[in-house]
């Protein structure tokens, strides 16, 4: 049975997704949703569950270096909850420190624009947290530890 993951580098403003098919382990990036209010958000990823048969959802958990949790953790758990009630999907979370910095080297291409760049790097980081999650063995059941 094929699992469909989504992973989300949760944001504010932006939320970046990435998509991958469990039993072949490659993420890709999929979309970066501009936040328009809790409906418009609601049925986008109300959406986004029914179009791409997603089966589980992993939300990026910005951690201190010293293993802590963030006051954006705090938000990017409360924001998985809210996603889980309103798709019905279950959320697991996972380590994200340092995908952000590694998008953005991805993204150090000459000639492409900061505007390019930024549309670009919430999916990207969704990417590179998502292929760390699937490449540490975490598809059971429970929430999987950091990437370290």
Request: hydrophobic share 45%; charged share 25%; aromatic share 8%.
């Amino acid at each position: 049975m094929n699992t469909t993951l989504a992973g989300i580098d949760y944001g504010t403003v932006r939320i970046g997704i990435a998509l991958a098919d469990a039993s072949v382990g490659i993420a890709s990036p999929h979309a970066t949703w501009t936040r328009r209010g809790e409906q418009a958000d609601a049925a986008f990823f109300r959406r986004l569950v029914k179009e791409e048969g997603i089966d589980r959802f992993v939300v990026g958990l910005p951690i201190h270096l010293d293993g802590s949790e963030s006051q954006q953790s705090i938000e990017a758990r409360a924001f998985g909850e809210w996603l889980e009630e309103i798709t019905g999907v279950p959320v697991l979370f996972f380590d994200e420190r340092f995908t952000s910095v590694e998008a953005d080297e991805r993204l150090a291409v000459p000639g492409m624009t900061k505007k390019k760049k930024a549309s670009r790097r919430d999916r990207i980081a969704a990417q590179i947290m998502l292929s760390a999650f699937i490449e540490s063995g975490a598809l059971g059941d429970h929430s999987p530890g950091a990437i370290d």
